[in-house]
Nanobody, 123 residues
Framework: QVQLVESGGGLVQPGGSLRLSCAAS????????MRWYRQAPGNQRELVAA???????TYADSVKGRFTISRDNAKNTVYLQMNSLKPEDTAVYLCNAGDVILRTTPNRVYEYWGRGTQVTVSS
């Protein structure tokens, strides 16, 4: 089984910064894509940023230039550096691992989700 554990959320003032981390653990052979989503109350879950094992990145238009996604493949960990935070960034941020190959089942791919970490931007 694979677990994703997020950390780094909290309360920050507008204009401030936070760094989220998500560590994947378990019988993992490889993870192709790692992603951050967010969901605010009453809103649909939206993709914030994604990064492949080769380092290719994708960002939502609303966070381009403010957020940076990175990963440490050796540690199966993905990070989200969030700068110039705005109140509209307030949400639960969830980590996602896609196209995960396990050592025990090398011919299958899986997808996993973390439980999320709360980010609140408020003065």
């Amino acid at each position: 089984q694979v677990q994703l554990v997020e950390s780094g959320g909290g309360l920050v003032q507008p204009g401030g910064s936070l760094r989220l981390s998500c560590a994947a653990s378990g019988n993992i052979f490889s993870i192709y894509a790692m992603r951050w989503y967010r969901q605010a109350p009453g809103n649909q879950r939206e993709l914030v940023a994604a990064i492949t094992s080769g380092g290719s990145t994708t960002y939502a238009d609303s966070v381009k230039g403010r957020f940076t996604i990175s990963r440490d493949n050796a540690k199966n960990t993905v990070y989200l550096q969030m700068n110039s935070l705005k109140p509209e960034d307030t949400a639960v941020y969830l980590c996602n691992a896609g196209d995960v190959i396990l050592r025990t089942t090398p011919n299958r791919v899986y997808e996993y989700w973390g439980r999320g970490t709360q980010v609140t931007v408020s003065s």
